[in-house]
């Protein structure tokens, strides 16, 4: 099977970045089930916090395509964990962008 990439941001859970994956795993099963090859965050087992600035909800997703494209080993394994960055969405709601690559 292949890979994509995703992009999932989570807000509402403080700075909680556990609870807030564990909330956005349990989202996308509930939306694309739990059977595996989803192309989603429900097939990631764990997450990696990258040590980097609060962003745009948008710059996050630039910073996090950077990332992938340039094939860093925290977050390129389709079968290694979710990457976290901290953003902060239009609205001024602290959250977290989760991505990476996800078997599909």
Known sequence: MGSVDFYTTVTGTGT???AAFNAA??????EY????????IAEKDGV?????PKRSE???????????DG???RVSAKYGPAGALPVTTDDETDGWLFFGLAAY
């Open 16 to 18: 909680d970045i556990e």
């Open 25 to 30: 795993r349990e989202q996308a099963r509930w």
């Open 33 to 40: 089930g739990a059977s595996g090859f989803t192309g989603t």
């Open 48 to 52: 990696t916090l990258l040590d980097e």
């Open 58 to 68: 948008q710059d996050a997703v630039v910073r996090a395509k950077q990332l992938l």
């Open 71 to 73: 094939d860093d080993p």
